[in-house]
């Protein structure tokens, strides 16, 4: 079991990498994903396995940047695991 985030996403309306999401491998329940800007402010949060962020702050689109993720999640066995990193969203 373990949980995968992409480092990089294209949110352009092609119908190709548009949403930011992780990829829960036998995770039972997911506590958090979290992504954050340069200046550590939350930009989008869910707990909720097949969520994931559409590139918008508060329905703004964002130009290309770096984010920082975390997520947590708890596996079929019950053991915790926690993940993160960097994500770069191109334009």
Do not use: H
């Amino acid at each position: 079991p373990d949980i995968f985030v992409p480092n990089a996403f294209t949110p352009n309306n092609d119908g190709l990498n548009d949403v930011l999401k992780p990829i829960c491998v036998g995770i039972k329940e997911l506590q958090f994903f979290r992504i954050f800007n340069r200046w550590g402010q939350e930009v989008y949060a869910t707990s909720q396995i097949g969520q994931g962020w559409d590139g918008k702050i508060k329905s703004v689109t964002q130009g290309t940047g770096t984010f920082v993720y975390m997520v947590q999640g708890t596996d079929y066995t019950g053991r915790k695991i926690f993940r993160k990193g960097n994500i770069t969203l191109i334009r």
